[in-house]
């Protein structure tokens, strides 16, 4: 099983910046594909970006493709998602999430992931 930390949310102003991380641990081995996820208030969860672990290949929901950045450093088995030119639209909460190989169209839905982060809030205030 993997466990997976998030960190790096906070409250920001508008056009400002956050890089958020998460960090695996556990069967690490098992990782092929990571993604970033955020629930708004009374919103559904929905797919933000999502990397290949072993290709580095990455995808972007359209709200965010120019703004935001998904990385990974195999390493430190860490992914990161740096936020750039923030909106309001960007406040939720941000999860992490991992899983095995499927599809890449598979990414954009949650319950291709087994597992999970507990969340880290983003605030963007105007």
């Known amino acids: 099983q993997v466990q997976l930390v998030e960190s790096g949310g906070g409250l920001v102003q508008a056009g400002g910046s956050l890089r958020l991380s998460c960090t695996a641990s556990?069967?690490?081995?098992?990782?092929?594909?990571m993604a970033w996820f955020r629930q708004g208030p009374g919103k559904e969860r929905e797919f933000v970006a999502g990397?290949?672990?072993?290709?580095?290949?990455?995808d972007y929901t359209d709200s965010v493709k120019g703004r935001f950045t998904i990385s990974r450093d195999n390493a430190k088995n860490t992914m990161y998602l740096q936020m750039n030119s923030l909106k309001t639209e960007d406040t939720a909460v941000y999860y992490c999430?991992?899983?095995?190989?499927?599809?890449?169209?598979?990414?954009?839905?949650?319950?291709?992931?087994?597992?999970w982060g507990q969340g880290t809030q983003v605030t963007v205030s105007s």
């Open positions: 999430a991992s899983g095995a190989i499927f599809p890449r169209l598979w990414w954009r839905n949650p319950s291709s992931f087994g597992s």
């Open positions: 990397v290949n672990w072993n290709t580095g290949d990455t």
């Open positions: 556990g069967h690490t081995s098992t990782i092929y594909t």
